[in-house]
């Protein structure tokens, strides 16, 4: 259950350290979402898709357990790619910036770490966030 958090400083309390932003740029955001989920916290960005081809969503899990698993019908296997478990899921039923949804999972500096992509990502993009989250 997602219980809503007061901010950057409520998930590294919760944490008991930095929540870990990834340091690459992301896309304009229209507003942020910080929540309790789980043991740790999740960061979401609710990303301006008024542009065509604009992805709509990225989220991110930190926490010293691995995040509660997310039911995603008609989801592809598991793969893993450089330390990192990617899969992803059609969502025909969301809009077009939010689909697909692509999850990345995988552990660092003793965090279970998960981000989870709505909208026309590009794995390159994905990757590289992935990388820049310290």
Known sequence: MHQPLEGIAAADARLGRPFPLPETPLPLARWVEVTAVGAGAEVAWNLDDSR???????AIYAGPAPPPPRDLPNATPPEARDGVVWRSAPLPEAQPSLRPVRELSWTAGGLHLRITAQ???DDAALAA?????P
């Open 119 to 121: 909208g026309p990502w």
């Open 52 to 58: 065509g081809g604009a992805p709509g969503r990225l």
């Open 129 to 133: 966030i992935a990388a820049s989250i």
